[in-house]
């Protein structure tokens, strides 16, 4: 394909922040249409795109190459699986589903089928995540034994919507949100996972789904993860703490990227992806320690693997099978949190 018409159903934090701007600084790829039945919205997309903004997901069919799923959690499936259906291949945003069981239908089905499927885990893509493997890989931090990773933040007032006061159906609550990154960053950097305790708790007036979570999970090779995710953080962690038999590395502060997208700055801009020098982590041990300097981040890799998958045919930058992977340890972390118990994964 010279060109790939890229249809975006949903129009909301995640498609106006995150997946529009990532699509149209894609070389190869064209924001055509977006399912949002806000006229305002609509006119948005129109003037700042060009793309056409229709209220019926029907209308993506004829005028997509590429569908992407940024609406709530809950159409994800039911969503993904139509442009399946339809021959069309599919980016879904995290998590690809509500259970690991709908997970790997969508997998079998996409297979079947023979289109690409895959998930929109950008925070792969983090400068911070990035460094921390590069230094894990290089060695630096020796073995590493304890993962400590936060996405706190301190929202003592709801914001209101489906996430927060949504039943279970929404598939809401911070255990399915922010927890799809900390789990998938756990998993990429130190592998599969054998036993998972949470403790998952509604702290807030009005509010219905889980805002204050933790996650404990043990690899396969030993070595433990420590996953928190809350909004009433009044002081918040660090972003991560890795403790490793020669080094630590302690970095505070979120990537950069998110802030950047949302004042709306773009994503191929000089410079987008790079953290200023004063949030830098630090590496060493209690006696010696230097600052290192963060790794560029770059969510646009995403989308360009997408092009890339398509054009050449090759594997997409997400295998929907880790997606898979994740969900299966949300479930266990979800009735860990239930029933107050310790869960051994086959």
Known sequence: MSEIRVGLVGYGVAGAFFHAPLIAAT????????????????SEVAGRYGAQGVADVRELWERSDLVVVASPNRTHVATAAAAIEQGLPVVVDKPLAGTAEEGRELVRLAK??????????????????????????????GEIRRFESRFERWRPVPKGGWRESGGPEEIGGLLYDLGSHLVDQAIRLLGPVREVYCESDVRRQGVSADDDTFVALTHDGGARSHLWASSVAARLGPRFRVLGSAAAYVKHGMDVQEERLRAGIAPDAPGFGEDEEDRWGELGTAEEHRRVRTEPGSYLDFYRGVAAALRDGGPPPVD?????????????ARLSATQRILVRLP
């Not at 070389?27 to 609509?42: C, E, N």
């Not at 998930?119 to 400068?127: A, I, K, M, S, T």
């Open 27 to 42: 070389p190869g790829l064209r924001l055509a249409t977006v399912i949002t039945r806000d006229p305002g919205r609509q």
């Open 112 to 141: 079947e089928r023979g289109v690409l499927l895959t998930v929109f885990q950008n925070r792969r893509w983090d400068g911070d995540f990035l460094t921390v493997r590069r230094l894990a890989e290089e060695g630096a931090l």
């Open 320 to 332: 929907p099978e880790s997606a898979v992977d994740v969900l299966t340890v949300l479930e266990a």
